[in-house]
């Protein structure tokens, strides 16, 4: 089996994050895989697979592959704009995010409507879509026959390097006996991490370090200004590997407004941290309430509880949700899920022929 990966970029985000680890894991089960992109970035992952950077007017050999799976608007703009010259190659998209809910945040409810029409358009145009939890698979199934979820996945690894200045940053909270809350993501609005720093002031025993880059930043630190909590709100430069640094954390915060899976969420579980989330049905549907302190959104007594519950009951819901995401949530399992979709498509194929 052949397969090419189209990409906005190498950018360490959710869904490059999400094909990075199919291609780790199916480099030596395929004869060939392919990873295309547009956007040069300085922050980038490694692929372990041929990668090539192309413009959006670019055509690729696409019948050179038996599988073309696009990630994000764009791409899969791309690979519509060209499905008259994808004459054999099956065409896969991935839902990875609630699209109507997401660009309500970011834009606003007519740009969602129209844009996220469109999107949806274009992916009934693919042969198959993922989804990447029940939870979106029911909603957008009305939109899509041929949809089918697959939940990501990760792995975690103590071998990344830690940036000595950081670590020093974090443990001198610690030092002076303060808790740390962490998060790290690209700093949106939809990741909710102002209900964080709103709620900070209760919290004297606490800190909050963010990890990232991102449209909102600015925002965040405003707030943090506003409430004079710079001595205890730690802002960190965008790193290579985020969760290396989740053992100098107690707790991990996943406080999103909407998102599709949560795979920061299962890379702390895979470090038996314990975790505060938002009352999400796609959290929900990775995790039960023995395993992580879930909060309602917005609601600052409901976030205080759950931070607190979280610190008190840190080790067993740690191992608790450990066993949960070891078991169900690994980059192995997610990349034999896409392999298996993807041989049922190729099969699907030849018997059309």
């Known amino acids: 089996m052949k397969i090419a990966y189209i990409l906005p970029s190498l950018v360490n985000t959710g869904p490059i994050v999400v094909v990075n680890n199919v291609v780790k894991h199916l480099k030596n089960k395929v004869e060939l895989i392919d990873v295309y992109y547009f956007n040069e970035s300085h922050s980038t992952l490694h692929f372990d697979c041929n990668v090539f950077h192309i413009s959006k007017s670019d055509t690729i050999d696409f019948d050179k592959y038996d599988i073309i799976h696009s990630h994000t608007l764009w791409s899969d703009v791309y690979v519509y704009k060209n499905r008259k010259n994808i004459k054999k190659a ?3 998209s991935t839902i990875h995010q609630d699209t ?7 834009f606003n409810r007519f740009a969602s409507f129209f844009l996220g029409h469109y999107w949806c358009y274009i992916q009934r145009n693919f042969d198959g879509v993922v989804a990447i939890s029940d939870q979106l698979k029911n909603r957008y199934g009305k939109l899509f026959s ?4 697959i939940y990501n996945g990760c792995n975690i690894t103590d071998n990344e390097n830690i940036q000595e200045d ?4 974090i443990l001198s ?3 002076k006996g303060y808790r740390i809350l962490g998060s790290y993501a690209y700093i949106s609005k939809r990741k909710g991490l102002s209900q964080i720093i709103d709620v900070l002031s209760y919290l004297p025993d606490y800190v909050y370090v963010i990890f990232g880059e991102g449209p909102y930043l600015e925002n965040l630190k ?3 200004a506003k409430y004079n909590l710079q001595d205890r709100v730690l802002f960190l430069p965008y790193v290579k590997a985020p969760y290396s640094y989740l053992k100098f954390m107690d707790i991990y915060m996943m406080p999103s407004y909407s998102e599709g ?4 969420m299962v890379e702390a579980a895979l470090a038996k941290k314990s975790i505060v989330c938002s009352n999400l049905p796609s959290f929900h549907e990775i995790f039960t309430e023995k395993e992580v302190s879930f909060f ?3 609601n600052a007594e409901s976030l205080i509880q759950a931070i607190n519950t979280a610190y008190l009951e840190a080790e067993k819901k740690g191992e608790l949700a450990y066993i949960k995401a070891s078991s169900s949530f690994t980059s192995e399992i997610m990349a034999n899920n896409h392999l298996l979709y993807y041989q049922e498509m190729v099969a699907d194929k030849h018997k059309d022929i």
Request: no cysteine.
């Open 222 to 224: 405003k707030k943090v």
């Open 90 to 92: 099956k065409t896969v």
């Open 261 to 264: 899976f949560g795979l920061a």
């Open 166 to 169: 950081i670590e020093k940053l």
């Open 146 to 149: 041929n949809i089918k979820t």
């Open 296 to 298: 309602e959104v917005d």
């Open 173 to 175: 909270y610690k030092e």
């Open 100 to 106: 109507f809910t997401s660009f309500t945040i970011q």
